[in-house]
């Protein structure tokens, strides 16, 4: 599980213990079609809420993981009907967790524009694995 040649600039994004490199998975997704991924038209987003600073937060609740997101960016330069990413972490350990890797600007303006629900991929564990990066690299 090494992260190729040539990545050195590719987008990654890092969620606790794991990091996933955008690149390849979209490359998998362009290449291999449904072994990547599969396509999810409605994929509901309130759960993700309590992740975005949509609202500051209350007081004496602390949130234990916030996404950074640049509102300016979201609100403009965002395109909603881009799919998301969605990979399941660890699948090799029979977890069901997933979590979103590409598209947490959208998921955000699409939550300010009232929005429940945006597509997504939601990566398969071969590409969630093809596309998981140390987190030691960078
Ligand atoms: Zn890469």
Known sequence: MTHSPGHEHCQTFRFVAWQWCIDTAEELI???????????PQGILTSLDQFLPLE???PGFLRLIEIEI?????MTRTELVKPILVAPI?????DNG??????????????????????FYLLTPYAEQK???PVWIR
């Open 98 to 119: 997933v979590i979103v890797i590409d598209g947490w600007h959208r998921v955000y303006r699409a939550r300010k524009e009232g929005r429940e629900y945006l597509p």
């Open 56 to 58: 500051p937060a209350r």
């Open 70 to 74: 640049d509102h300016d960016y979201a």
């Open 131 to 133: 596309s998981r990066v």
């Open 30 to 40: 362009r290449a291999d079609g449904e072994a990547a991924a599969t396509f999810h």
């Open 90 to 94: 660890e699948p090799e350990k029979g």
